[in-house]
Every structure is written in C-alpha cells, then in structure tokens.
DNA sequence: ACGTTGACCGGCG
DNA sequence: TCGCCGGCCAACG
C-alpha cells in the first residue's frame, strides 16, 4: 500500500461515516491498520488537515471529542445542523461514535 | 542528514 | 477531566 493509495483510504472512508456519526482519528487508524501495519493516528490528522476539503472532515474528531483546532466554529455548526449528540464544546464520543462495521 | 512541527493517543498523577 | 510525557511518523526548512 503506498503513501497516496492510503490518504485514498482514509478519505473513502471519512466518506462513509453517517452524518450525526463521528469516528476519531485513531479510530480512523485503527479500522486501516492493515499488513503494513501502519496505525499511526497522527498521520491520519495530517492527512485530514491537507486533504480533509473534499469529505465530511467534521466527522472526524480526537480521541475526546474535541473538533480540530482552528476549525471549531464551521465544526460545531454542521455537527450541530446535523444532529450529532453534543456535550458542551464537544462531541459525546460514547453516543456518537461509529465503526464501519455498523454500517453494514 | 537533522531538528522541529503537528486537525493524535494512552498512561500516570 | 486536566496536564505532562513519551511514542508516533510524514512534511518542511
């Protein structure tokens, strides 16, 4: 797997998380690890913060439910439109959270 | 080649 | 939960 087959698939699928649902980047990680056994949650931030303008990066948030620094406004405002289960300033992880293997 | 910098994460106090 | 730390790994100067 190289380096732009896996920015590929991590944006497919950032594009399959259901809107109200979110997935942390590690989460995003995880569910890729793969033979090459790249895991790495911060690259998956990188590749969000370079590449995130084409899908539903509000989707994707850290481990806390936090939204991505510097974009929390445009975040909380489609999450918020969309109905994602909210806990003040952040994402209620516990409620929200989704795996691809939920929507299956 | 090398140090620094992140849209990160889990462990510990 | 918060803050600090060490590990993580590609991108950049």
Redesign the pocket.
Known sequence: MT?DEYVEAVLDLVERIPPGRVM????V?DALADRS??????????I???H??SVP?HR?V?????L????EREARARLRAEGTPLRGERVDMAAAGWSPEEGM
Not at 24 to 27: E, L
Not at 37 to 46: M, Y
Not at 62 to 66: C, E, I, K, M, V
């Open positions: 380096p942390s980047y590690g989460a990680a056994g790249r895991t790495s949650a911060r690259l998956v931030g990188a969000m913060s370079r995130g303008g990066w994707v850290n481990s806390a439910g936090r991505p620094p510097g974009h």
